[in-house]
């Protein structure tokens, strides 16, 4: 896909020291100094004054702290990717009860106006399937509500 808010640029780290003039301002050449540096001073030196330089500068501190410091680095990483992923999860889960709560409170009230399994999944474009399930349980249990009924389903 084509964007003019995207642009994607190559940088061959090895040809940096041969870089002239202009292109010596440039951000992009900037951190790509940060990333080719070779030792802690000049990676000081490079993210000096830049507040998202120095961000990735301390990250890189962080990284390459001794091999427990590191392990307890990558869990913690780990464990901020796993609760994302779980509310996403939770996110996902919570959409489908609402939609299947939606959906069987429309039945519910079709039913009321009498109308049949067929009728209903033509008006509400369901699967027939899926709507005659909710219809024999709402007519099983007409004393529970929407949501006791979604529990039944799920």
Request: glycine share 4%.
């Amino acid at each position: 896909m084509y964007s003019s808010k995207f642009q994607f640029h190559v940088i061959e780290l090895s040809k940096i020291a041969t870089t002239k003039g202009k292109a010596r301002k440039q951000d992009l050449y900037k951190w790509a100094k940060l990333i080719s540096a070779s030792t802690w001073e000049e990676i000081r030196e490079e993210s000096e004054g830049n507040h998202y330089m120095e961000k990735v500068r301390d990250e890189m501190i962080k990284m390459s702290q001794d091999e427990s410091e590191r392990y307890l680095y990558l869990r913690e990483q780990m464990a901020i990717r796993d609760k994302a992923s779980q509310l996403r999860s939770a996110e996902n889960i919570g959409i489908r009860k609402g939609e299947l709560l939606k959906l069987v409170t429309l039945v519910q009230r079709k039913i009321e106006k009498g109308d049949t399994v067929d009728k209903i999944a033509d008006d509400l474009l369901e699967d027939q399937e899926i709507i005659e399930k909710i219809y024999n349980l709402i007519r099983k249990y007409p004393d529970k509500d929407e949501k006791e009924i979604c529990n039944f389903l799920i």
